[in-house]
């Protein structure tokens, strides 16, 4: 550690544990520490201008200084700074914000609840499918099926349900009496030879239903996907899979939860993920843009079926066990409430729609890039696949860093990008211009190449 003592690098170090990160590289490399943000933009301490390409963790959908979000929060702080949701009380703004997220659910949902993350959104999610069963005397059905490179969360229980090593390895997880793991339907890089799509989707779904069969139905409880996996590396559903699975779930009576954390709120280019791939869920977990993350807030959607059930089983027990002191916290759920209102005054999801070809085609352009494999997106999120040998589809060894090492170059280059093992995404805020597309283009352009200039010297592609 060589840094200034009492510097702002050297109190993080001794203070600060940072999530996601190499805690031992973080000793030599010290923060990143952004002191402001301007619409797509941050700046960090120095002054150093970057192009948030991630919007900070695909979620600062309105960019970084909407006054109007600021201005509800002050409000509100000022009106009433905090209630809660417990024993029959509540308070306005979390009454007006379920109403309308009820109004603009994709499918008819009955109830939301409120929690304070996507992490937490989850856990709930697979309380409500454990409370359910119990409710309607199906007390066994109680497995949840997720599936491999699937990002849900960092709790226990979410964090069982990611289907990330990374996130489990040394944490003792995941927890395996109730999860259960299937196929990540990645095309590119799990379809066999001669195999089409459609096939390579057919295949995925065999694989979940001989799951399914083998483990017995009447134990599974609910299936739970992203529409497009986001943490996992941007993966996009092979062509006809969620239809295929919706028919395998609707067979053997299974819920569905959409995990709507990251494409919730017009990221794919309609309002839900589940808009832009045909799901019917029963639940819906969302966060993240509900608030563009100016303040913690998360929520389930339960359809009426679920409500029902819960409900009685409620009457019985003589309560419903579950809440946080913070579900439903009015502050954040003003700030929610402007946010939404934004996004139908300004026709969000609309513009998302308009420039969404120039990042998806202006992507598509580095496909022929040496180092590049795969190009992958829809909407406004997206990845690029690097790959040692393109033509023969032969990855990097994850101790090159590959991913890495293009990140840190991209931040070189004013970018902040997010390495996913070596495929890199991006997930800018939703209201970034074509014309600011166009410059997150111009320095990936300049990474790449730096990129491949670095991994020449490292003798790292062929
Ligand atoms: C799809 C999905 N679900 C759940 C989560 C967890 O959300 P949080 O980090 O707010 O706990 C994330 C976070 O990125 C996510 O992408």
Redesign the pocket.
């Known amino acids: 550690m060589n840094f200034t003592p009492n510097s702002p690098e050297a109190r993080d170090i001794a203070y600060h544990l940072h999530g996601q990160t190499n805690l031992k590289a973080h000793e030599t490399t010290g923060p990143m520490i952004i002191g402001r943000g301007n619409g797509v933009r941050v700046y960090d301490e120095s002054g150093n201008e970057f192009i948030e390409g991630m919007a900070g963790?695909?979620?600062v959908s309105l960019g970084f200084n909407e006054p109007r979000l600021v201005e509800a929060a002050r409000r509100q702080m000022e009106i009433l700074p905090y209630y809660h949701t417990f024993a029959h009380k509540t308070a306005m703004p979390t009454i007006d914000l379920a109403e309308k997220l009820i109004k603009i659910a994709p499918v008819p949902m009955s109830k939301v609840v409120f929690q304070?993350?996507?992490?937490?959104?989850?856990d709930t999610a697979m309380k409500m499918v454990w409370y359910y069963h119990n409710a309607i005397g199906k007390p066994d059905k109680k497995k949840i099926i997720s599936r491999a490179n699937?990002?849900?969360?960092?709790?226990i229980a979410?964090a069982s349900l990611?289907g990330l090593a990374r996130m489990h390895e040394a944490f003792d997880l995941p927890i395996t009496d109730r999860v259960l793991r299937t196929d990540c339907p990645h095309f590119y890089k799990f379809g066999e030879d001669g195999e089409t799509e459609e096939e390579f989707a057919s295949r995925c779904v065999a694989n979940l239903e001989k799951l399914i069969d083998e483990e017995g139905p009447e134990t599974i409880g609910a299936f739970i996907a992203?529409p497009v996996?986001?943490?996992g590396g941007v993966i996009l559903p092979a062509a006809t899979y969620f239809e295929k699975v919706q028919a395998v779930l609707k067979k053997h009576d299974i819920l569905f939860i959409a995990?709507?954390?990251?494409?919730g709120f017009g990221r794919t280019g309609n309002m839900w993920g589940c808009d832009t791939f045909n799901l019917e869920p029963d639940m819906i977990?969302c966060?993240?843009a509900l608030s563009s993350s100016y303040l913690?807030i998360?929520a389930v959607f339960i359809n009426d079926k679920i409500y029902q059930g819960v409900k009685e089983k409620s009457d019985e027990v003589g309560v419903f066990g579950h809440g946080y002191t913070y579900s439903g916290h009015p502050v954040p759920a003003a700030v929610a409430l402007e946010t939404l209102k934004i996004y139908e005054e300004r026709d969000t999801v609309g513009h998302v729609q308009r420039v969404a070809p120039t990042l998806q085609d202006g992507l598509r352009k580095f496909a022929g890039h040496p180092l590049v494999g795969e190009v992958r997106g829809v909407g406004l999120i997206g990845a690029v696949e690097l790959m040692a040998d393109r033509e023969k589809a032969v990855p990097f060894q994850p101790g090159d860093k590959v991913g890495p090492t293009v990140q840190a170059l991209a931040e070189k280059n004013g970018l902040i990008i997010r390495a996913m093992g070596d495929a890199v995404g991006f997930c800018p805020p939703l209201v970034i211009t074509d014309d600011e597309i166009g410059e997150l283009l111009e320095r990936f352009a300049k990474t790449l190449d730096d990129a491949q200039e670095w991994a020449n010297g490292q003798g790292l592609v062929a």
């Not at 304070?116 to 989850?122: K, Y």
């Open positions: 963790l695909w979620s304070n993350s996507g992490s937490e959104a989850v699937a990002y849900h969360g960092t709790g979410s990611t992203e996996m986001g943490a995990d709507e954390v990251i494409c977990t966060a993240k913690p998360s």
